[in-house]
């Protein structure tokens, strides 16, 4: 009588294991799956192949454009908007205009708020985007310019 009780419990306690791990995996593959096909193929750190522009995007629809600052070490950052269109592959930039005064300020007179507005007018645009390996490729719908960053 004893041995069939244990057998039981040793049953009963398989049976909670197993439905553990089956929803544990079931849940993992779901995140793996939805992080697949929703994550922002743009985020992270890019440099622009010829300046010391560098860009930093973030998954919650804002960038931050680096540019060399007053002296070694230092950045000028300068917030940006975007939004992006994965089934398009296009994303549009624009500059958001009391980062630049702040970042203008920030500069020690080096640059002014025209003058960020100027070093950033290579990206507020509507692009087409690529990105191969750690190269990120936008290319401006009008003209067909384009401006190359390399994954840091």
């Not at 193929?41 to 804002?62: A, F, I, M």
């Not at 960020?116 to 750690?134: A, C, G, H, R």
Request: hydrophobic share 40%; proline share 1%.
């Amino acid at each position: 009588m004893s041995l069939k009780r244990d057998e039981e419990r040793r049953s009963r306690l398989w049976d909670v294991v197993m439905t553990v791990a089956t929803t544990l995996i079931v849940v993992i593959a779901v995140f793996f799956i939805v992080k697949l096909f929703t994550a922002n193929p743009l985020e992270g750190t890019w440099q622009h192949e010829k300046s010391d522009l560098q860009l930093v995007v973030r998954g919650n629809n804002s960038m931050t454009a680096r540019l060399a600052g007053v002296s070694e070490g230092s950045a000028i950052r300068v917030k940006l908007n975007y939004t992006i269109d994965k089934d398009a592959k296009t994303i549009t930039i624009r500059a958001d205009e009391s980062s630049l005064a702040e970042a203008a300020e920030n500069s020690d007179g080096k640059y002014t708020e025209s003058g960020l507005q100027s070093e950033i007018s290579l990206l507020t645009n509507t692009f087409d985007y690529n990105v191969e390996k750690n190269t990120l490729t936008l290319t401006e719908r009008e003209y067909g310019d384009q401006v190359i960053f390399q994954k840091k």
